[in-house]
């Protein structure tokens, strides 16, 4: 708990440093979690859901094989009411 406690302190240092959220998260271990908004047009999103669900351009890492699966299925459920 004190290594997470003086992550946490050095992030918020930076923060006031000037640093943007996206460069102060590089001292944040990986099990941190983190909220992230993605915004695209439809064949965006068609071709995300192939590199990512699909695996169509090799290894997925697999927590983002779970989102993108998640999104596919919102998507499907999503034209399924159109």
């Not at 993605?38 to 351009?57: G, Q």
Request: aromatic letters at 8%.
């Amino acid at each position: 708990l004190w290594s997470l406690y003086h992550i946490e302190s050095e992030y918020k240092i930076l923060i006031n440093k000037g640093w943007s959220p996206q460069q102060a998260r590089q001292v944040l271990p990986l099990n941190t979690k983190v909220q992230t908004i993605h915004t695209a047009f439809n064949a965006d999103w068609k071709d995300f859901i192939k590199l990512r669900a699909d695996a169509c351009s090799g290894s997925v890492h697999p927590n983002m094989k779970v989102i993108a699966d998640n999104i596919k299925d919102l998507m499907s459920k999503a034209n399924a009411t159109n």
